[in-house]
């Protein structure tokens, strides 16, 4: 374990704590040299305002919430633009999954057991691990975004909203959309 | 259409709440309507337990991240620390 410390140290930075951020930006942006960026990008924005660190917290968590605003204005740019025609796409395929009249499930898209979440089978887990990372990898960026933010970093709902500019409404039909299309995705690429 | 028909049909709404419900406490209306819809609805049933499922898939797989102990190049940090020591000269 590195040692905590409530004192700014820029000469050990890289040795104590780069391979920790880098590890908490890669889970969260999926992208090896983007992450590096960031890392790279934390530590001299760090640099820049040493001065204004007041010791109230670890250096380890200084320097970690430096690169959680990195990793928002990631999602943030990567969510603009062509990134919602995207979203809006998936949304239209999504619709796809239900019958327009009354909401019931398409016989298709119907859901089915998947075998791999029953058993207890290391290696068949391990199988839908990987499924699993392509199918996060398919969603449209400003889903995965909120998906990441809500599932793994536990953010309040209104924090998400307001920093990727979504509406209340707006997020939880893009919660309900991405969680639809990961367990499809499963399912096609399980069966 | 009845409205309890509405309700026990419409699949598209019931996993709405379901995926809502694992964030916040639904209202008392939205909570009546999904038991009343999941007791005559084994697909929606399935869907809800998968989705569990696939939330806890996704938490250990950020954590399994961390034990994989991803590390940093050498060559990479050594010039990142090299730079920092510029920048504060």
């Not at chain 1, 905590?4 to 040299?33: C, F, G, Q, T």
């Not at chain 1, 992450?35 to 530590?43: I, P, Y």
């Not at chain 1, 968590?61 to 603009?80: E, F, H």
């Not at chain 2, 419409?10 to 309507?33: H, P, W, Y």
Request: with cysteine.
């Amino acid at each position: 374990m590195t040692t905590e410390s409530n004192v700014l140290n820029p000469h050990k930075w890289v040795a104590n704590y780069a391979d920790y951020l880098y590890m908490y930006a890669i889970v969260r942006i999926n992208d090896e040299d983007t992450a590096k960026d960031l890392v790279q990008e934390t530590l001299l924005a760090a640099l820049e305002r040493a001065d204004r660190f007041e010791g109230k917290s670890t250096e380890r968590t200084w320097l970690t919430a430096i690169l959680k605003n990195k990793i928002i204005d990631v999602y943030r740019k990567k969510s603009s633009g062509l990134a919602i025609a995207s979203a809006n796409k998936a949304a239209q395929e999504q619709d796809a999954f239900f019958e327009e009249d009354n909401g019931h499930w398409k016989a298709e898209y119907a859901p089915q057991p998947i075998a791999a979440m029953d058993e207890h089978d290391p290696l068949l887990k391990k199988e839908l691990n990987a499924i699993l990372q392509l199918c996060l990898k398919k969603l449209p960026e400003l889903w995965k975004s909120v998906f990441t933010m809500k599932h793994i970093d536990d953010a309040a709902t209104e924090t998400i909203c307001t920093e990727l500019h979504v509406t209340q409404a707006n997020f939880w039909v893009i919660i309900h959309r991405a969680k639809i299309n990961l367990r499809a995705c499963l399912q096609k690429n399980w069966n | 259409m009845s409205y309890l028909n509405k309700i026990l049909n419409n699949c598209k709404q019931a996993t709405f709440l379901i995926e809502k419900k694992q964030i916040k406490r639904l209202s008392f209306r939205e909570g009546i309507e999904l038991r009343i819809h999941l007791a005559g609805c084994g697909l929606c049933q399935l869907y809800d337990k998968q989705s569990h499922i696939i939330n806890s898939m996704v938490q250990q797989l950020y954590h399994d991240t961390f034990k994989n102990e991803l590390k940093l190049d050498d060559t990479f940090k050594a010039d990142l620390q090299a730079r920092i020591e510029r920048e504060m000269n």
